[in-house]
């Protein structure tokens, strides 16, 4: 069977097993289904996949409109016992507002490797 305009497709980890271009061109592919009017929710933990769908926005002309996307961030508060849902916006550049995330004390949302960056520099510049 193959989706048509107006079906719903869900996509469990379509990152599971590809190299992170395949992730990326995963990502660009979802975006062109979706704009030809299929809706498709995706659970991913890649930012190779999020990244080709905001490719996919960036493009002039875009393969598919900012509007036409929506991302939520699922997340728990130490604290709390309840998961707390973020949206986040993505600009007709494909630009995210992950500088607000940070305002509003969201981390763990594409700030992986920049920890790592972080730690990398430290660790290199540690005097033995």
Do not use: W
């Not at 939520?72 to 130490?78: A, Q, R, S």
């Not at 509003?104 to 960056?117: A, L, R, S």
Request: overall charge negative; glycine content about 6%; aromatic content about 8%.
């Amino acid at each position: 069977m193959i989706a048509q305009p107006g079906d719903i497709v869900i996509i469990e980890n379509p990152e599971s097993d590809l190299h992170p271009r395949a992730q990326s061109k995963i990502g660009e592919l979802i975006a062109r289904c979706a704009n030809a009017g299929i809706q498709i929710i995706v659970e991913t933990h890649s930012d190779h996949v999020l990244n080709g769908i905001r490719l996919a926005t960036s493009y002039k002309p875009p393969l598919i409109s900012h509007n036409e996307i929506k991302v939520f961030y699922f997340f728990k508060e130490l604290e709390s016992l309840s998961t707390t849902i973020e949206e986040i916006l993505i600009e007709p550049n494909g630009k995210m507002p992950l500088k607000l995330l940070k305002v509003k004390g969201i981390t763990g949302f594409f700030d992986q490797i920049d920890e790592d960056y972080k730690q990398l520099f430290v660790n290199q510049n540690v005097k033995n």
